[in-house]
Structure formats: structure tokens, C-alpha cells
């Protein structure tokens, strides 16, 4: 009954969403987006963002009615529905509450091929990216602020999410590889409860490093993942891209923020609105979650594949 009922609310709200969107000609602000590795703090940023600043963003409520975001936004509006929660507590991306933010992935699998991590910028739909275009038009023209967005995704999709968004700019978040690379294979243990199976984005290197044990795949995937990400940041242009440092996210928040929001009003003339101040200090998860050996085992193996990619 509740399933009939749910499915019976999503048609109606998707039938106002069809009717509310229009491809707009230019975005009233730049959009923003996290791009980052697997397991390196991109929550906690995206958490960081939407508590220091004013922005527009999917929340968990607009995520379980995929088709109708715009229109579940002026419904909850009035009840605070753009106002995320001050908990930070996530787990793999999955933030609480209903106001919550949340990584989007059934809407941009509305729009991108969910079969695809790397997406040709010149096979994108036209359809689909006016849809996109238009849905964060319409969610940054309520919110009277830019629109950002984390998913995992977004770092193998760079190219086609800034050929969609040309107005777009980018915050690369970077961890440490061998914390990065340890919590992607305690991830999968937690998560799967399987080593083996295969954690978040893919590289383009993928069918290379797919058949590789467990302990050099994820550094595969952290070498390789990166080394995409820097190559399309060249193709893109770097002056569209801002570095931030996870570890010194976690140790002075508000400080990288306004960094952030300096970078944003230098590169678009607008600054971003302050919603309140972050008076905080993080911890930075630095605790193994694997086994001293296998930490070295890493540390090693990413030793010897950067190693490789300088030589080539």
C-alpha cells in the first residue's frame, strides 16, 4: 500500500517537474563541484560547505523522488528543506535526516549513463544535459546561491561534467594515498565483506588492474585515479580547479572554507553568503583500519607505481 502510494506521489511530482523545467541560456551562478578519491573526506566537505555557506545542493528527501528535485524543493521549502542539519555523522556518503545532504547519484543516473564511470564529453545527450542544466538553475535560483554536489563519480566524469557545466568550478579534495588506498580496502571488508569487490569510481585503467589482488588494486585505483584527474584538469584548465587538503580540512575547517570562498568570489565576482561561523577542530581518521603490515605492504606498493608513472 505505502509502495503503491509512494509510486502513485512520485508521477504526480514528476508530472510538475516536467512543467516547472526549462533549459535556461546561462546558470544565475557558477556551480560547484567536489571531486575527490574514494574514502578521502569528500562528505565531510561537502558537510563543511553547506554549514559554512549558503548553497544549493540535493537533499536526502529530493534523492527519493528522483525524477521531481525542483518540485520537492518549493514543497519543503517552508520547512527548512535547504537547510541541512549540523550533524556530521556519515557513513560511506549516507548522511541523516531528510534535510541531509546527499551525493545525488539517483538523479545524475537520470541523466548519465549508470553503466559508464568515464563518459565521453562528445556523447553526452543534449536532452539530458539541458534536464541537468535546467534542474540546477531552478534549485540555485530558490536557494539564491550556487548549487554544489559530491559523488564519487564526478572524479571519472570530470570532462563531461565541465563540458555540461561550462560555468562550473571544481574542488579537488586530496588525501594522503596510503590513508586513501587503506580505507578503500577496509571498505570493502566493512561494506561488502568481501576484499575483493571492487569499492566506488573506477579509473579508466580499470580492465587493467581489475584482476589484481586486493592490496595492489586499491592502489591501482588510487594511483590510476588521480593520474585521470590531472590529465583532464589540463584538458579543463587548472584556473577552474581549487586544491584543498583533507588533513588541513580537519584541522582548521573554517579556515579552508574561507579559502574556498575567497577562490569562488575571485573567480566569479560573487561572493559566497556565510551562514554561520565553524568554530572547530576535526579529527582526521588518521588510525589504521588495517594491519601494520599491510599498511607498509601499501605504502610500498604506492612507492613503486608512482615510481612507474614517473618513468613513463
Keep these: 500500500m505505502i509502495s503503491a502510494a509512494r509510486r502513485a506521489l512520485s508521477r504526480r511530482l514528476a508530472g510538475h517537474e516536467r512543467r516547472r523545467l526549462q533549459p535556461p541560456q546561462r546558470l544565475t551562478h557558477a556551480p560547484m563541484f567536489v571531486i575527490s578519491l574514494p574514502r578521502s573526506g569528500s562528505t565531510l566537505l561537502y558537510q563543511l560547505l553547506l554549514q559554512r555557506f549558503r548553497l544549493a545542493y540535493f537533499s536526502n528527501l529530493m534523492a527519493a523522488f528522483p525524477d521531481s528535485p525542483v518540485t520537492v524543493a518549493v514543497i519543503s521549502r517552508w520547512l527548512g528543506g535547504q537547510d541541512p542539519p549540523e550533524d556530521l555523522a556519515s557513513t560511506f556518503g549516507a548522511t541523516r535526516g531528510w534535510r541531509g545532504p546527499n551525493q545525488g547519484w539517483r538523479l545524475w543516473n537520470r541523466w548519465l549513463p549508470e553503466s559508464l564511470d568515464y563518459i ?73 565483506n568481501d576484499e575483493t569487490a571492487w569499492l566506488s569510481a573506477r579509473p579508466r585503467a580499470y580492465e587493467r588492474i581489475s584482476r589484481l589482488a586486493p592490496i595492489e588494486q586499491v592502489c591501482a585505483q588510487v594511483v590510476e585515479l588521480e593520474r585521470d584527474i590531472r590529465e583532464d584538469q589540463a584538458l579543463i584548465g587548472s584556473d577552474r580547479f581549487m586544491f584543498v587538503s583533507y588533513e588541513s580540512l580537519c584541522l582548521a575547517p573554517e579556515a579552508v572554507l574561507d579559502g574556498v570562498g575567497d577562490w569562488y568570489s575571485e573567480r566569479t565576482g560573487a561572493p559566497l553568503a556565510v551562514r554561520r561561523t565553524l568554530n572547530m577542530r576535526l579529527d582526521t581518521q588518521s588510525r589504521l583500519s588495517v594491519t601494520p603490515a599491510e599498511f607498509e605492504t601499501i605504502r610500498a606498493m604506492l612507492d613503486r607505481l608512482h615510481s612507474g608513472n614517473q618513468d613513463r
Design 120 to 192: 565521453d564529453p562528445d556523447r553526452l545527450d543534449p536532452t539530458a544535459v539541458g534536464e541537468m542544466r535546467a534542474t540546477v538553475d531552478q534549485l540555485q535560483r530558490q536557494r539564491r546561491a550556487p548549487f554544489v554536489s559530491k559523488w564519487q563519480r564526478h572524479a571519472p566524469r570530470l570532462r563531461a561534467l565541465a563540458a555540461a557545466f561550462p560555468e562550473a568550478l571544481f574542488i579537488h579534495l586530496r588525501r594522503s594515498p596510503e590513508m586513501t588506498a587503506q580505507s578503500i580496502l577496509a571498505g570493502r571488508r566493512r561494506f561488502f
